[in-house]
């Protein structure tokens, strides 16, 4: 069996950071996506990367892609099976996008497929998660979830999540501005962590604050309410930026969004680098865009909401 994997990249609208510590965090998948070929083989699990320029058999060593292996033992539950696995993702590396986990999520797919497992959303989740704890330490699951399920998803960890029905809000455009700077999820998360434990009681107010920022934004989301929903991602930015997790380049792109008009702008994911996003009514989502590429920044407009991972087998 020939099987063609793909999974969408996530962006956090809130909630990042505060999620590891038992917040909740609503996050949607966006079409930017890891797709993944595998074919199977006499011997080996060979893993290629074009985007990298990488090819190793982790069979016999890793390097690059030991993640990866801890995602197919865990596919395999047992004896891993021989393959060929080819991953080619578009989705920019250490942008706050969630590349690593969609890489995972499609490479598990592709995986299961070819050996002719049963691909559900839950395993191949579950086998990212395994692979992002290599990556990142103590992820909280939020990106292989909202890779493999899709749509927009209201998250806690070791609750699992919950899908949210986001209908009105068609006038506006969601623009993820690539800083270009990137860094590390894991630094970006013990960073935050030592900060949250040395402020004590003030470190549990600003959790109940971002709660309270998750809840109001569910409230406008579901009312369609993008300008409630701009001022809630300018608020929920200041407490992220409080947090240490911002950086020179994220306040230009997210200063520079709001003097181009935007609604709200704000870090996503990890921060330290990676990405703004920036809500912008639709007929000036363009002009927006255009002035922050010309300020040096690399801008996506991915659609929301996406599907999570699909699998085609081909023989
Ligand atoms: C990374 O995309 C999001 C963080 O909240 C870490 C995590 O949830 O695992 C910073």
Redesign the pocket.
């Known amino acids: 069996m020939i099987c063609r994997a793909r999974a969408p990249a996530k962006v ?1 609208l809130f909630g ?2 505060w ?2 510590h038992g917040g909740r ?1 609503l996050a949607s998948a966006i079409g930017l996506y890891s797709s993944v070929y595998a074919e199977p083989l006499r011997e080996g699990v060979i893993v290629e990367s074009r985007n990298l320029g990488v090819m190793e058999d982790v069979l016999k060593s890793c390097r690059v892609f030991c993640n990866l292996k801890r995602s197919f033992e865990y596919i395999a539950n047992g004896v891993m099976w021989p393959a060929r696995i080819v991953v080619n993702s578009e989705i920019p590396v250490g942008a ?1 996008l ?1 590349s690593s986990a969609a890489v995972a999520v499609s490479a598990s797919a592709a995986y299961a497929c070819v050996g002719g497992r049963d691909v559900t959303p839950e395993l191949v989740s579950n086998a990212a998660y395994e692979s992002e704890k290599l990556v ?1 330490g103590t ?5 292989n979830t909202v890779s493999a399920f899709g749509g927009f998803l209201l998250y806690r960890r070791g609750e699992g999540f919950k899908a949210i029905h986001v209908g009105s809000l068609n006038d506006v455009t969601l623009l993820v501005i690539d800083t270009g700077v990137i860094r590390s ?1 894991a630094k ?2 013990s960073l935050f962590s030592s900060r949250l434990k040395r402020l004590n009681s003030i470190g549990q107010d600003l959790l109940r604050l971002a709660e309270g920022i998750v809840e109001e934004a569910l409230r406008a989301v579901r009312k369609g309410d993008a300008v409630m929903l701009g001022e809630l991602m300018d608020v929920a930015h200041g407490l992220l930026n409080a947090m240490g997790v911002s950086h020179i380049e994220l306040e230009k792109a997210v200063h520079a969004a709001r003097a181009n008009g935007a609604l709200g702008a704000k870090l996503t ?2 921060g330290m680098g990676g990405s703004a996003i920036a809500l912008v009514e639709k007929e000036r989502a363009a002009a927006v865009a255009e002035n922050l590429r010309r300020l040096g920044f690399r801008v996506y407009s991915g659609a929301l909401g996406v599907r999570g991972v699909s699998i085609t087998a081909l023989e």
């Open positions: 956090i990042e950071h999620v590891v965090a706050g969630g990142h992820p909280s699951g939020v990106d999820t970006a998360v994911g990890a």
